[in-house]
């Protein structure tokens, strides 16, 4: 799916409550995912940023330098903060703003309530550092923020210095 | 002893920073507080400076820098006094498809409620503008209300704006 790029009025949009056992709520999570691994250096993506109002979200930091604890392939429907601390700055990027980066104070120590697709079976998600800060970003997403709308100063908004390449692979 | 307020800006090369503190150097003038950085690609620096020297001669003696491609002015200022902050520190956020207006409106709500901008960065990249501005608000300012015309502005600009109360340093 095509990745929607700030300025756009979607990715401002407050997103809702999903039913995680509707078929096209599976599909828009079968399709996150997919679009996400063929994105080079993505950690996460949410349905907005594919143009989908919807409180949906994947992340996988498993593969990310900084991570510590890592849930592997986290798929999050109807998800909030249920608890955070220990915040501290970091900085991010994000697909939909594609040539910017900015430092952005996240809890690092959370538990994030959601639903997983299909079963809607009930999850609870303790995790800390770099997963932390992902999970909160894409929670933002669906609440219509940017990291932009969270950089701590007026000198702490870059322009992106690392671009990385499309990975071309054999199989489908 | 004079305090000069100098600017540098034009087409950016290595070494504009070593030559002009050189020849400030040279005329005895004490490099103070200074900020540069790259607009657009283009070098911009301001900076205050002082000692015996006046701004004639500096401006003289910065001749050469100037080389075709970079404007300096000069300019003696007066010593500013170290004003307390007004009251509470606030950071807005803008950003949106980028029009005329957006800083001009929303910086003039800003000063509407009393409030003093005291650091600004903007950047376009593409077509999304990005405004971000440090703001000291007056104890006597209405906040809420400042925060309702911010939004009201920014929905008729069609851009997103947020207003949070900056941290105080916490060491």
Do not use: W
Request: net charge negative; proline share 5%.
């Amino acid at each position: 799916m095509e990745v929607i790029r700030a300025p756009s009025q979607i990715l401002s949009v407050s997103a809702s409550l999903v039913d995680p056992a509707h078929p096209a709520v599976v599909q828009l999570c079968a399709d996150l995912i997919a679009t996400m691994r063929v994105s080079p250096g993505c950690v996460g993506l949410a349905a907005p940023q594919v143009g989908v109002a919807a409180q949906a979200f994947c992340v996988d930091v498993s593969a990310h330098p900084k991570a510590r604890t890592s849930h592997g392939l986290i798929v999050l429907l109807n998800a909030e903060i249920v608890e955070a601390s220990r915040n501290e700055k970091g900085r991010e990027g994000c697909m939909s703003v594609p040539d910017l980066t900015g430092d952005v104070k996240r809890a690092t120590k959370i538990s994030v309530a959601g639903q997983l697709p299909l079963n809607g079976e009930r999850v609870l998600i303790t995790t800390n550092a770099f997963e932390a800060r992902a999970l909160q970003h894409e929670i933002d997403h669906c609440k219509g923020m940017l990291f932009l709308d969270r950089v701590i100063g007026a000198h702490a908004l870059y322009a992106r210095k690392i671009y990385l390449e499309p990975n071309v692979t054999e199989d489908s | 002893m004079t305090s000069l307020a100098i600017t540098v800006v034009g087409h950016d090369r290595p070494g504009i920073i070593a030559q002009a503190a050189e020849v400030l150097s040279h005329c005895g003038m004490n490099l103070e507080d200074s900020s540069m950085t790259l607009l657009r690609g283009h070098f911009a620096m301001t900076l205050i400076c002082a000692g015996a020297a006046d701004s004639a001669e500096v401006e003289a003696a910065l001749e050469p820098l100037v080389n075709g491609s970079l404007d300096v002015t000069v300019r003696e200022v007066p010593e500013e006094p170290d004003l307390p902050p007004l009251g509470s520190s606030y950071l807005v956020t803008v950003h949106g498809a980028d029009r005329l207006g957006i800083v001009a409106r929303l910086a003039g709500v800003i000063a509407e409620a009393g409030g003093n901008i005291t650091d600004l960065s903007t950047r376009l990249s593409g077509a999304l503008y990005v405004l971000v501005a440090e703001v000291d608000l007056p104890r006597s300012a209405d906040v809420v209300a400042l925060q309702a015309r911010l939004t009201e502005v920014s929905a008729d600009l069609g851009v997103d704006t947020t207003m949070r109360l900056l941290e105080n340093d916490q060491l």
